[in-house]
């Protein structure tokens, strides 16, 4: 009884995993329409108002985006290798690929820190004192700029703390089917996606 | 309904049933039993229907007269919105998928619960955390917003507690998707053997899809209501023009996800209707895979017509032609339920009881809503009458006449099922179509009252519409004794004493109707394996049990 108790209302245990990797890819995909509003709006945008656009979008700070988009591919990479530790039965692998993924993921939001800092210091960041732009379509791009990255920053720092949580669990790292871990990865690799499609939205178009 | 069956069961052996299973407010406050849960839902949302219908309660009154006498400008736009807000989010949206749903998605497919319990119990706190600051709106303040939120209005102007009701709003998202997300991984993984996709009741077809869209739609509005706060909160304009926003922005995003919406509250209404109409019929459905497969493509060029709400708000008359185009093209797939039910009902063995007059009711005004919605699609005709009472009434006869009906016309076929109990069957009629009269004594004049030009959302009106007002104020008061009425015999029916329903009192096929009334615990006494097609009338065993 207890046994057959423990995956209830499954069948097996393998039934059950089958069923959290469901969830969690359809929890995914209502994430990427959260997201998808946004890029809906930014794509609009640039259809209607092209040079505007790329104007506003030249004062991003490329190299800083670009370095953001190495760290986080890294982060993400480190993640997927917890994942095959933990399949491996290397628990305290998993556990310091955690660490180098949830590390990286922190430089990302520093990185961000600085660049909204520097930001608000160009007068870009719109509603502030000293913002100052080249016409409404100018606004809306950093308007968008700053919901759109912001709205990701939570994510990223939401995902950092399942990882935190992923790495003190004896449990999930001991796990052979690396179940936690993989659905944390999983979705550490959604907020990866996301940016990977942030980046060329938004920096990439500035690039004469 | 008579007290014995009609048709033969598979026999039933002695289980606590869920319900006798433990009488603590913690045995049902921190239940992961989805019958229980579906209960606890059913209570929210009858309270919730009740605010809506205080605050529609409040508007018809102040249509009585010409003057608005009763309410204050900013009273009726309070009014109207908590009506809107209060009756889409916190009613019609969780109705049938959250009682109804809730209850029989796993029964129907053979399974003992949701895929994820734990994670159905937390939907249902979501909910009533978003309910409860719903209702501090109500009390504290308000909202004028109507339940569009139409920027710059809600985002610059609007005064109340704007940003709470869109916080609430946000919330209650989060319980719509997590249902979601639980019914899709549950028909995907818990089905009994046996239980093909070409098995699965046309219930499940039509929960499957709304689930689609609960997953895929909530998240605009998640984002756009986002945006709305922070543009009041901290400034960033996305739609404000004055903040270099675009407020036409605010239209496409919402109307993205409400367009969907609006079939998220009919598509399960579609389902029971299904289920009523062949248990009355005691017939296979005619066309199963066209039923099954409109309600998918409901769902998805339901994705593709929100610019319908647009036709007036500067969006350019080629986008307008496709938008038109396409809104028409999504009424074939509803037509096509509603041939296949008439044609199943044709020359059937038809059994006259209070859930198929509500189904009839259901087609009825369904159809009425759904043409009155082709004329809506058709640029000229919208110009004419879009923001009038028209709109008003097309709404409603899908939303109320249509969605209502079919909750009520679900909930008096599983009521035996859901408590055990036989309510009077004559009251039941009786209300059914007082329902049925009320309703359209309500909303019919609404037509006339928009196609001669009275707009929506205001309460001074000229004199000569005011006869066409107060016959659907009076309607309006009809249609609430129907809806009272229900409340007293159903819950009569609960009382000690009242008639024990047995398993199966319509005779209709499906697995839910092969376990007690109400369920053991776990549904099923062993693991039902089911062997028959859907629908297979006449009624010979539909499954075998597996008991070992
Ligand atoms: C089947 C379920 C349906 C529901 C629940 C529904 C509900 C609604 C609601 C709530 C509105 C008003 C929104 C507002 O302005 O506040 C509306 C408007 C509209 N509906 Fe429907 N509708 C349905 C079906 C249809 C169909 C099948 C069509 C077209 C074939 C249609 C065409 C329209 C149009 C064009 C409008 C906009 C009218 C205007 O604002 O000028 N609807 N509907
Ligand atoms: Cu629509």
New interface residues.
């Given amino acids: 009884m207890a046994e057959e108790e423990r995956f209830?209302?499954?069948a097996d245990a393998a039934?059950a995993r089958?069923?959290d990797r469901?969830?969690m890819l359809?929890?995914l995909?209502?994430?990427i329409?959260?997201?998808?509003?946004?890029f809906?709006?930014a794509l609009?945008?640039r259809l209607e108002h092209g040079p505007d656009y790329a104007a506003a979008a030249g004062h991003l700070k490329l190299w800083l985006g670009t370095a953001n988009t190495a760290i986080l591919l890294t982060s993400s990479l480190m993640a997927a290798l917890a994942v095959e530790a933990a399949r491996a039965g290397a628990p305290r692998r998993a556990a310091r690929a955690l660490l180098a993924a949830l590390l990286l993921g922190c430089a990302f939001l520093a990185v961000k820190g600085v660049e909204y800092a520097g930001e608000y210091r160009e007068g870009l960041m719109?509603?502030t004192a000293t913002a100052h732009?080249d016409g409404?379509?100018?606004?809306?791009f950093?308007?968008?700029y700053?919901?759109g990255t912001g709205?990701h920053a939570v994510h990223v720092t939401i995902g950092i703390l399942l990882m935190a949580m992923a790495a003190l669990s004896q449990r999930a790292r001991q796990d052979r089917n690396a179940m936690l871990i993989g659905n944390v990865a999983l979705y550490w690799h959604l907020v990866d996606v996301v940016w990977l499609f942030l980046y060329p939205t938004l920096y990439l178009a500035g690039v004469r | 309904m008579t007290d014995e069956p009609r048709f033969e069961h598979p026999p039933e052996e002695a289980a606590t049933s869920y319900l006798a299973d433990g009488y603590s407010l913690r045995s049902w406050f921190l239940t992961t039993d989805h019958k229980r849960i579906a209960l606890l839902y059913l209570v929210s949302i009858t309270f919730f229907f009740l605010v809506g219908a205080g605050a529609a309660a409040l508007i018809r009154l102040d249509l009585l007269t010409p003057q608005g006498d009763l309410l204050s400008n900013d009273g009726y736009n309070r009014a109207f919105s908590i009506h809107g807000i209060v009756m889409v989010w916190f009613f019609l949206i969780p109705a049938i998928p959250n009682v109804l749903g809730n209850f029989l998605v796993?029964i129907m497919i053979g399974?003992?619960?949701?895929?994820?319990?734990r994670l159905n119990l937390l939907s249902w706190y979501i909910y009533i955390l978003s309910g409860l600051l719903t209702l501090y709106v109500v009390v504290g303040g308000g909202v004028d917003t109507g339940w569009t939120f139409y920027t710059p209005l809600s985002s610059v102007y609007a005064n109340g507690a704007v940003v709470a009701t869109i916080v609430a709003v946000f919330i209650s998202g989060f319980s719509t998707?997590l249902t979601?997300?639980?019914f899709?991984?549950t028909i995907?993984?818990?089905r009994a053997p046996g239980m093909t996709w070409s098995r699965l009741p046309l219930f499940i077809w039509s929960h499957y899809a709304v689930s689609i869209i609960f997953?895929?739609?909530?998240?605009?509005l998640?984002?756009?209501l986002?945006?709305v706060a922070?543009e009041r909160l901290?400034?960033?304009?996305?739609f404000d023009?004055r903040?270099?926003?675009?407020p036409l922005?605010f239209q496409?995003?919402f109307w993205?996800y409400s367009h969907p919406a609006v079939y998220i509250m009919v598509l399960p209404a579609l389902g029971v209707v299904s289920e009523l109409i062949t248990a009355a019929a005691h017939k296979r459905i005619f066309g199963y895979w066209f039923v099954a497969f409109a309600s998918i493509a409901i769902a998805v060029i339901g994705f593709m017509v929100w610019g319908h709400h647009m036709f007036v708000s500067g969006q350019s008359v080629y986008a307008s032609a496709v938008f038109s185009f396409l809104s028409i093209a999504v009424a074939v797939p509803s037509a096509i339920k509603v041939y296949n039910w008439t044609v199943t009902l044709y020359k059937a063995d038809i059994a006259i009881d209070a859930p198929l007059l509500f189904a009839l009711g259901f087609i009825g005004l369904f159809v009425a809503g759904g043409l009155t919605g082709l004329m809506l699609a058709m640029l000229a005709i919208d110009v004419h009458v879009t923001d009038t009472y028209f709109v008003v009434a097309h709404f409603h006869y899908i939303m109320v006449g249509g969605s209502v009906t079919a909750f009520f016309g679900g909930l008096h076929f599983w009521w035996p099922k859901i408590t055990g109990r036989l309510y009077n069957e004559t009251l039941a009629r009786i209300a059914a179509i007082l329902i049925l009269i009320g309703f359209n004594i309500t909303f019919f004049p609404q037509f006339m009252l928009g196609y001669e030009g009275m707009p929506r959302r205001y309460h001074v009106y000229p004199p000569e519409f005011q006869v066409l007002h107060v016959i659907s104020s009076m309607g309006a008061a009809l249609l609430a004794i129907g809806y009272a009425m229900p409340a007293v015999y159903l819950i009569w029916s609960l009382l000690p004493g009242g008639r024990r329903a047995p398993a199966n009192p319509w005779g209709a096929s499906g697995l839910e109707w092969t376990t007690s009334s109400p369920p053991p615990q776990h549904n099923f006494i062993g693991q039902p394996v089911v062997v028959r097609q859907p629908y297979d009338y006449p009624l010979a065993h539909p499954v075998s049990r597996d008991d070992g």
């Avoid at chain 1, 329409?33 to 946004?38: A, T």
């Avoid at chain 1, 409404?136 to 809306?140: H, I």
């Avoid at chain 2, 399974?111 to 319990?117: E, G, I, K, M, Y």
Wanted: without cysteine; hydrophobic residues 60%; aromatic residues 8%.
């Fill in positions: 209830a209302p499954f039934r089958d069923a469901l969830g359809i929890f995909a209502s994430e329409m959260l997201f998808g509003g946004i809906a709006a609009a945008l719109p509603g732009f409404p379509a100018q606004t809306l950093m308007n968008l700053f919901v709205l | 796993p399974a003992r619960d949701l895929a994820f319990p998707i979601g997300l639980n899709i991984v995907h993984k818990l997953v895929l739609a909530t998240p605009v998640a984002i756009t986002l945006l922070a901290i400034g960033i304009g996305v023009p903040l270099g926003g675009d922005l496409h995003l993205f």
